[in-house]
């Protein structure tokens, strides 16, 4: 019996596995048509100052709506598309949209403050990168300071000689950068002064322990003090809630993103902020109530 039992089982984990390699394959192949079949989708999420609770800029993100598995997120097919290389063509897509959407909210007569959108490794490392941002730009009739790069500090390590001047070309050109998932990667501080960004992202992992958890904090507090003393500004990724949100502002964080104050959402025909415009000011009065 236990024998029988143990080849079952045996059984049991191929055929998971070959549904999983199978699954792999069949999404790899997808993917390769989802760009040009409209099924890639972007959402954007806003980003507010501490300050005053303007809305400072807002990220888009990829979504993939897949015939059959419905809405896919990035976690699921990032990560694929970067091995088979799709991630460069994807990427392309993506700036295509981001830009031809700010473009339609501008024609609305809005003011819409910058869009950022996401790098990963094999984007960042195309000859052509530069190039394409602003060729993308010019295309639609947008400056430089219309978007924003989102780029994680492991991409920036992988060669940081090459990081450093492409971030160096991208800045001199008047592209915003952003270092994404800060405090993630082999943060060598003392290769932080040789990434020329405007902007660094305290990872949502830090900030999910706040207030409670002192190492958290303490890393918090310090990341903003190190940011400032380099002239950076700095953004809180995840935020979920009031208490989180008081304490960085307690600290000097510059902006917030989460879900306590926007979730990504597909564009509507006003940005982001205006959709969550009440809420907000709702939570800011809160925080200054507590805090002034
Ligand atoms: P990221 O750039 O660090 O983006 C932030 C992620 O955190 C997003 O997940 C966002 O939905 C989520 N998030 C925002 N606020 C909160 C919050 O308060 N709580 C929690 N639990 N999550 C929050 P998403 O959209 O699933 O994206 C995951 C990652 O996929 C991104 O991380 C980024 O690295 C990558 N990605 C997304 N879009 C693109 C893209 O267009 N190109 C590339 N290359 N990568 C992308
Ligand atoms: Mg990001
Ligand atoms: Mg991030
Ligand atoms: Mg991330």
């Known amino acids: 019996l236990a024998k029988a039992q143990g080849k079952n089982t045996f059984e049991y984990y191929t055929a998971q596995l070959a549904q999983r390699a199978a699954e792999h394959f069949s999404l790899e192949g997808d993917l390769v048509r989802a760009a040009g079949q409209g099924e890639l989708r972007l959402v954007y ?20 709506q897949h015939p059959q598995r419905g809405l896919l997120m990035p976690d699921m097919f990032i990560g694929l598309a970067e091995e088979s290389g799709q991630i460069v063509p994807i990427g392309r897509w993506v700036l295509q949209a981001a830009c031809r959407q700010i473009r339609e909210w501008r024609r609305h007569g809005i003011e819409v403050p910058p869009c950022a959108i996401n790098l990963s490794m094999r984007q960042f490392a195309a000859a052509t990168l530069i190039d394409d941002v602003l060729g993308t730009l010019a295309e639609h009739g947008l400056g430089a300071e219309a978007l924003e790069l989102e780029i994680t500090e492991s991409v920036l390590m992988h060669d940081p000689d090459r990081g450093g001047r492409m971030l160096h070309r991208l800045r001199e050109a008047g592209v915003r950068i952003a270092i994404d998932d800060f405090g993630t990667g082999y943060s060598s501080l003392a290769y932080l002064k040789r990434f020329p960004a405007h902007t660094l992202k305290i990872d949502r992992s830090f900030i999910r322990g706040l207030p409670q958890g002192r190492e958290d904090t303490a890393i918090t507090r310090g990341v903003i003090a190190m940011a400032h003393s380099l002239d950076m500004r700095v953004v809180a990724e995840g935020v979920e809630s009031p208490e989180q949100l008081a304490l960085l502002y307690h600290h000097g964080c510059d902006e917030a993103q989460g879900f306590l104050l926007g979730r990504p959402a597909p564009p509507g025909p006003l940005p982001p902020n205006v959709a969550v415009g009440a809420h907000v000011a709702a939570v800011f009065d809160e925080l200054r109530r507590e805090h002034d």
């Open 45 to 64: 999420q806003p980003k507010f100052r501490l300050a005053d609770g303007s809305m400072s800029g807002m990220e888009a993100l990829l979504r993939w």
